[in-house]
């Protein structure tokens, strides 16, 4: 099956794996990851996580591979083309993809303005006089904004070429100065003095703090560092040509989301240790903004260097996965709606930036939109693609699908998992996030979900 008339292809292998490397490797894995696993058992939920992006992440990631390639559509038009009709109810399901993504990105892009603003304030040392006001001031009122309209209009600049001119090859200068950057600084943390308990902080194994709940986190963190269930990956899957492996691209796609993931926690530990910022009780975007900024401005003037290098590695990592989510849009208007591509990105941006102004103008809004919302929408998109392709397409034409190309026939192993397990996982964990997870499961304390942040319900069994 060839692409549709004038849709755009990749121009590379290589361009299509970094572009999806691009969408996966974001604030997830520099702020959240290294501090899930310090909390949560050091290596013992870093060969968890392994073990998950492995049996869970690759399987996943090649059933989304399989829809996209294979109807060469927008989510939304992907549906109506593996169902072979118009006006199916499975469009719905493609809608709530881009729909997901675009919520997703509208919060997320006001991120990537702060980012944007801790390049400057690293390169002049403006946040080292007074680092509480300077987080302040990016995070939230008229600096937000602004770093939110730069960022779109970036991305709309981005977007308003085709898919091998304008996301294929940003991704081929961002993503290798990337994983330079954050190479150099891990050598670099490696040379300081007092590092060691920065590297046993970060994997000392804890085997007992191995639980239910960390185990719903190892998959939550999966699916928030793969892009899974968003139509990301359906929509970049859907500009490959036929002959590519799937499989092999999915493996290569999660095996490198693992290993920069880990090479940040690397990174991260041994500087905070050096500069005796263990242990201040920041996660997630706080230890961004806050230790981290700390510690290179205690580098003295090497810091405004480091520092600049780190944000602008952060901001590398934040902006493709900005650019990709705002694809499945594009491509919907484009295909749907028959509109010029700069046409639909202008649309969509500004639509986009719109719905951010919210976020931008509120950290609480931010985090709410950023919290267990979101985390209910990713599972549900993530059950979306396992159930259409493990029950709504036959066996034996989803083994086909999977299997296509040059490259191994893992569809007889990857299938089961998609149709028996990731369903019963999935739709257990999506009850831990919207009713919150059982005391029982806890040790006792109360796991929060949705219904705690909207009303104030209690979690089941507390």
Not at 106 to 128: D, E, K, N, Q
Not at 223 to 232: P, Q
Not at 393 to 401: D, Q, S, Y
Request: proline content about 5%.
């Amino acid at each position: 099956m060839s692409a549709a008339p004038g849709r755009g292809q990749w121009a590379t292998g290589i361009g299509f794996i970094l572009a999806a490397m691009g969408s996966a490797i974001g604030f997830g894995s520099i702020s959240r990851f290294p501090m899930e696993v310090a909390n949560n058992g050091g290596a013992a939920f870093l060969i968890l996580y392994a073990i998950v992006m492995i049996v869970v992440g690759i399987p996943m990631l090649t059933a989304e591979f399989s829809m996209g390639r294979r109807a060469q559509r927008n989510p939304a038009g992907a549906f109506e083309v593996l169902e072979g009709k118009r006006g199916t109810k499975w469009r719905l399901a493609g809608l709530f993809f881009f729909i997901l993504a675009g919520f997703f990105l509208s919060w997320y892009a006001v991120i990537a303005g702060w980012v944007l603003r801790y390049i400057f304030g690293a390169a002049t040392g403006a946040y080292a006089a007074d680092p509480g006001a300077y987080q302040f001031d990016a995070l939230e009122g008229p600096d937000a904004l602004l770093g939110h309209l730069v960022v779109m209009t970036l991305c709309f600049l981005v977007l308003t070429t085709n898919v091998s001119k304008g996301i294929e090859r940003l991704n081929l200068v961002l993503m290798p100065s990337l994983f330079l950057i954050i190479t150099g600084i891990v050598v670099y943390a490696a040379t300081l003095p007092g590092n060691g308990a920065g590297y046993a902080f970060y994997l000392k194994p804890d085997f007992s703090a191995l639980s239910i709940p960390v185990f719903a986190a190892v998959i939550g963190q999966t699916f928030f560092s793969l892009g899974v269930g968003m139509g990301v990956m359906m929509t970049y899957a859907s500009y490959l040509p036929q002959g590519k492996s799937l499989v092999k691209n999915a493996t290569i796609i999660a095996l490198s989301t693992l290993a920069f993931a880990f090479m940040c926690g690397m990174m991260v530990f041994p500087l905070l240790s050096t500069y005796n910022l263990l242990g201040t009780g920041a996660a997630g975007l706080d230890l961004i903004f806050g230790p981290m900024a700390q510690a290179f401005t205690a580098m003295g003037t090497l810091g405004l260097v480091l520092g600049t290098f780190f944000f602008l590695a952060v901001f590398f990592a934040a902006f493709t996965s900005v650019v990709s989510l705002a694809e499945p849009a594009i491509a919907y208007v484009v295909e749907e709606h028959g509109a010029g591509r700069r046409r639909a990105a202008l649309l969509v941006c500004t639509l986009i930036y719109g719905a951010g102004i919210m976020a931008a103008l509120s950290v609480e809004v931010l985090s709410f939109e950023g919290g267990p919302f979101v985390n209910v929408m990713l599972l549900s998109g993530g059950l979306l693609v396992a159930l259409y392709v493990g029950w709504r397409t036959p066996a034996a034409v989803a083994r086909e699908r999977i299997d296509e190309g040059v490259g191994p026939k893992l569809g007889g192993v990857i299938l089961p998992i998609v149709r028996y397990a990731m369903p019963a996982i999935l739709i257990a964990l999506l009850a831990f996030a919207i009713l919150g997870t059982p005391c029982a499961l806890t040790g006792g304390a109360p796991g929060p979900g949705l219904l705690a942040q909207l009303a104030g319900v209690r979690a089941l069994g507390c």
